[in-house]
């Protein structure tokens, strides 16, 4: 525990010795930290103040950085909402694992919960396997991509209206993986166009395999600014819609806003033909790119996706909830339909609630499924959704 003032020292060792910790020091000042932490024992968690004389938090922690600090960090300090998430920001940049910031004076419950998210690092790093573009453009190739979906629901009805396409790779020895360990791939070696196609065409064949069972749902597809270089790319889409015979109205396709205007000329008549020819625009993680606001003056979406991070717990932060009121109004406004991602329990399903919010997504809803599960969670939902109605 680092913190200039000993009384605070004093109760957070006691609240921690109550918790079962067996090794609890206590420092009040930056460099005696510092000691600690270059010893042969270095502390597997700091709880830090970050107003101190001398050597204040930040600096600490960009000394922890020098040291190669493989722990974890907990924010204990009486500032302001903001700027404890902005100091949270900030340690995370610095690839050191934050488990969360305390307010003073600390609760023992709240501090019991906190503690409780504390992994050994062994743990937190979990090896990510990297993988090359000859390995992935063979596994496009050789159908090994497969889509898992997950629902969009309407937040006044608990009805299914929609869901999102989520590409996973089924690896022959590796099992499956997940797109952040190639999208980027992808991306850098000019196979993301082939990969959106292969996606679209499958969700296209899952959507009309659904409409057979009685489950008309608007099929999300996630596109990347490389879709856009192709001027046939609207002619494409168009036509493996018609050939699974689903209406474009029943297909969005999401952008994220942070890649969408690199090159405006492509991208616009892109977009402006899909529009044309009835398919939904989405614009994708709203809040936070950077013009965002031009984009939505310049691109015809018809749905905002407020960013995950403006919906889970905003109920308790006033900065996400400002956030997510202002991308809420400002969606509704422009005559558009908003979905919150992030939903993730029955906290964040309330606030929709409260807010009239048009559209959930997120772990308290559902995981993402394959396609062959999606009736048989549509059952279970419809009977659950009666007690998150009342």
């Known amino acids: 525990m680092l913190d200039d003032e000993p009384f605070m020292n004093k109760l957070l060792a006691h609240m921690l010795v109550g918790l079962g910790f067996t090794s609890v020091a206590s420092c009040d000042s930056g460099s005696a930290g510092l000691e600690l932490v270059d010893s042969l024992n270095p502390p597997n968690l700091i709880l830090l103040d970050l107003n101190m004389p001398g050597m204040d938090g930040i600096e600490f922690v960009r000394k922890l950085v020098d040291l190669d600090y493989s722990g974890s960090v907990i924010l204990v300090s009486g500032e302001d909402e903001r700027m404890l998430h902005m100091a949270v920001n900030l340690i995370q940049a610095h690839r050191i694992t934050v488990l ?57 009805t608990g009805a299914v209206v929609g869901v999102e396409t989520l590409v996973r790779w089924r690896h022959p020895t590796d099992g499956l993986v997940f797109p952040d360990q190639f999208i980027g791939v992808a991306e850098e070696h000019g196979l993301i166009d082939g ?97 965002s606001l031009t984009q939505l003056r310049d691109i015809p979406f018809d749905e905002l996706k407020i960013d995950s991070s403006f919906v889970h717990g905003a109920w308790r932060d006033t900065t996400a909830l400002a956030m997510y009121a202002a991308s809420l109004g400002l969606g509704k406004q422009l005559g558009m339909e908003v979905v919150a991602e992030g939903v993730e329990d029955q906290d964040d399903w309330d606030l929709l609630r409260r807010t009239n919010c048009d559209l959930a997504q997120g772990y308290f809803i559902a995981r993402p499924m394959p396609a062959a599960d999606l009736a048989g969670w549509n059952t279970i939902w419809n009977e659950r959704v009666k007690d998150l109605l009342r």
């Open 100 to 156: 969360g910031h305390l307010s003073k004076p600390v609760p023992l419950a709240t501090m019991a919960a906190m503690v409780g998210k504390w992994r050994p690092a062994a743990a937190q790093a979990a090896t990510v396997k990297s993988y090359g573009a000859g390995e992935l453009g063979a596994a496009i190739a050789g159908d090994e991509l497969v889509n898992y979906y997950q629902p969009k629901v309407a937040v006044a």
């Open 195 to 291: 990969l959106t196609r292969v996606v679209l065409t499958g969700a296209m064949a899952d959507a009309a395999a659904w409409l057979k069972l009685g489950l008309r749902l608007r099929v999300a597809i996630n596109i990347s600014m490389d879709n856009f270089s192709t001027v046939d790319f609207a002619d494409f889409v168009s036509g493996a819609a018609a050939a699974a015979a689903v209406a474009p109205q029943d297909v969005i396709l999401e952008v994220t806003e942070s890649r969408l205007m690199l090159d405006r000329r492509a991208p616009l008549e892109v977009l402006t033909r899909l529009r044309l020819k009835r398919f939904g625009l989405s614009i994708d993680d709203f809040g936070t790119g950077h013009s």
